[in-house]
């Protein structure tokens, strides 16, 4: 599944995609990665952690099914910093606590798409 619409109906933007790795670098060498593939399926890590699951994407909806425990719905929304940028932001928010985290592509993600 390719998240890649045209703007209607949703927050992702034209020529932006959730597929790929996404990174967060929270200091002192903690990280919070997900990569995101076109066959629905996901990974997260940090240095205390690693799952897999299934998720969907419903307009700025994003619902992860991880392969043991509860489904987590979040929202999501891209932002592009400076014009010409390779970097592409993404910001999720759980939709139970509220908690925004943005992610940057990680740069061993080859599809940086930002325009």
Same mark, same amino acid.
């Given at each position: ?14 020529g ?9 670098g929270? =200091?002192? @060498?903690?990280?919070?990665? $997900? ?10 890590? !940090? +240095? ?33 910093? =400076?014009? @010409?940028?390779?970097?592409? $932001? ?10 925004? !985290? +943005? ?10 798409r930002c325009?």
């Amino acid at each position: 599944m390719v998240v890649n619409q045209d703007g209607a109906g949703g927050s992702v933007p034209t020529g932006h995609q959730i597929i790929g790795k996404w990174y967060n670098g929270l =200091g002192n @060498g903690l990280y919070i990665r $997900y990569q995101f593939t076109e066959v629905s399926a996901y990974s997260y890590s !940090t +240095p205390l952690k690693e799952f897999s699951g299934t998720f969907t994407v419903e307009g700025d909806r994003l619902t992860l099914r991880p392969s043991d425990g509860a489904p987590e719905d979040l929202t999501f929304r891209f932002e592009c910093i =400076g014009r @010409g940028s390779f970097s592409e $932001y993404m910001t999720l928010k759980s939709t139970e606590t509220l908690l925004e !985290t +943005p992610f940057v592509r990680d740069p061993t993600d080859p599809g940086q798409r930002c325009m």
